[in-house]
């Protein structure tokens, strides 16, 4: 049998009395690109906090690649490539040294550096724009940014939070087409939340539908689709599981803030 | 596309770092986070003059003033000489405790996470920040000390000294800078610590020797200023700087102390920081 890149059994986590994860089970196979979906206010980020040790979990909670992430902390870090929900680059440096800066802290040999800067710079068409300010990017280009930035560390698990939210159509389709090259260039796992259903349609070979801290609904777009009827959409599977979340009533100020915060562009 | 890093099959080591990794870790995560401080300065030169605007103030008026009315009292040493390291330290200071509330910055923005999921220790992090703060602190001190040549202030020009007072630069931003990290810790939101960062620095700063000698002070305020790191530093730099009559082992010897507890207190707060 094969070790999943990611498990999780059971996961639970409050914030004082708000219940943002609720006994959450959760298996991504290797290889693939998993789609974890859900309204504002989901939990999708504090689940994808908790996998990537950012949140306490308790021991056998969460496995990274068959390793525990409340006990081997460094290694599971060591093979994960993560972009947070908010545009995380530093606008006060040039695209190559943020992408060199991930490289030394994850002690990328220095005789490879370098090579290994520049190609994942390339491979998300930022060659030309490496030497210029962060600052001056486009919200597309910190994406490719922080995707550059995630990959340099050659991870096996790559996880991204809201990778196309603000983006523009474009944009999106551009940060889309990257994830895809990626995996076809490494194989690597993906992990990747979004309320955007038709990108999920798309792009994600398994989705699970997370509502109020659970998992909902599991299984190939297709398959989800088929059990609602013929010619369902994938908003339909969501309405379906989630009753009208879409209207947002789970989704505080906390969360309306978060994704201004995350349209905005870097400072 | 070119040819993306694959990862090798098996991973590196899997158990937890033991205490000689976490020393080698720290210091290469310390010198990444001074390189990244160098390269934003040399981005952002404006950043040192506008910043120079506050300790040329000092040092031009304050000092001047002071100086020609011999009001405070300060043996041999004219008054402008006493007063440059107390001004040097007073800017390190401002510049440490602002880089401590910008990790609140960085935690809204998201940054903070990101290389909380690098492998680094919570211990290196601080540290490596701690240090950057220090890199900063020193540039700044380059343009004060230049001003306070112009102004006629004799300084030491050996090297040897000049390395002490760097490194004294570097533990005082390290304790400061670790002080505001850890009060952002405690406080988690940004209002909040601006309110505090700004209700502390002027109290440490005039509860300390800067500006004037400690036997001048009232019975109480020397009590504060014996604990008071600042002080310290402000010894130290004045002994190296300017060869006053200094307590100078004393001084690095707390300074060394007051960083590694700061540095320690900080990196227990910063998990706390990053969830709130
Ligand atoms: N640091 C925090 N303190 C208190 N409550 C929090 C915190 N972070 C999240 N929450 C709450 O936990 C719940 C789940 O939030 P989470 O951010 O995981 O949702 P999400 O699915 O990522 O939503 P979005 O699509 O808006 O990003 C929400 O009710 C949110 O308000
Ligand atoms: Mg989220």
Redesign the pocket.
Known sequence: MTVPAVRCTGLRHA??D?V?VDGLDLEVRRGEVFGLL??????????IRMITTLLPAPPEAITVLGRDVARQRTAVRRLIGYVP?QLSADGTLTGRENVMLFARLFDVPRRDRRTQVDAVLDAMDLTEAADRSAKTYSGGMVRRLELAQALVSAPQLLVL??PTVGLDPVARDGVWDRIAAIRAATGMTVLV?T?AMQEADEHCERIAL?HRGRIRALGTPAELKAEIGPAATLDDVFRHNTGDALTTE???M??VR??RRTAGRVG | MSVLPVAPPAASADTEPGPLRLVRTTLSRIGTMCLVELQKLRHDRTELVTRAVQPALWLIVFGQVFTRIHAIPTGSTPYLDFLAPGILAQSALFIAIFYGIQIIWERDAGVLSKLMVTPTPRVALVAAKAFAAGVRAVAQAVVVLILALVLGVSLTGNPLKLLGVVVALMLGSAFFCCLSITIAGLVLSRDRLMGIGQAITMPLFFASNALYPVELMPGWLQVINHVNPLSYEVDALRGLLVGTEATITLDFGVLVVAAAFMITVASALLPRLS??
């Open positions: 914030f004082g708000t943002a859900g309204p504002n206010g989901a939990g999708k980020t504090t689940t929900q939070d809201e939340t309320h997370m789970n989704g505080g906390r969360d978060a994704a | 969830r709130g």
